[in-house]
Nanobody, 123 residues
Framework: VQLQAFGGGPVQTGGSLRLSCRAS????????AGWFRQAPGKEREFVAA????????SYSGSAKGRFTISRDNAKNTVYLQMNSLKPEDTAVYYC?????????????????WGQGTQVTVSS
């Protein structure tokens, strides 16, 4: 499966963005999906994940309460709604797909990665 993430951009502190990740190739509903992010000089870190059917989700501590992951398998798309953005949310955001059943939160549990989309939050 090939993944393409988009929707990033500049935003002010407290603002919102919705990232989208469109999948092509195999049926996206066969994969769990996740969002990760990587800031300059830092490791890629987990943000949020959702299971194949969209019935179960998991969030990092920094994302919980502010971000919402969802998916529309009919559109082969997973979303990340980000609210109350902070400067520390600035990073390249990557979507990923996993063959794993459940809600994988570890980056090595993902087999397919998109190219990333930049989110820049200014104070």
């Amino acid at each position: 499966v090939q993944l393409q993430a988009f929707g990033g951009g500049p935003v002010q502190t407290g603002g919102s963005l919705r990232l989208s990740c469109r999948a092509s190739g195999r049926t996206f509903g066969r994969y769990a999906a996740g969002w990760f992010r990587q800031a300059p000089g830092k490791e890629r870190e987990f943000v949020a994940a959702i299971n194949r059917g969209g019935t179960s989700t998991s969030y990092s501590g920094s994302a919980k309460g502010r971000f919402t992951i969802s998916r529309d398998n009919a559109k082969n798309t997973v979303y990340l709604q980000m609210n109350s953005l902070k400067p520390e949310d600035t990073a390249v955001y990557y979507c990923a797909a996993s063959d794993t059943v459940g809600v994988p939160i570890l980056k090595w549990g993902y087999d397919h990665w998109g190219q990333g989309t930049q989110v820049t939050v200014s104070s």
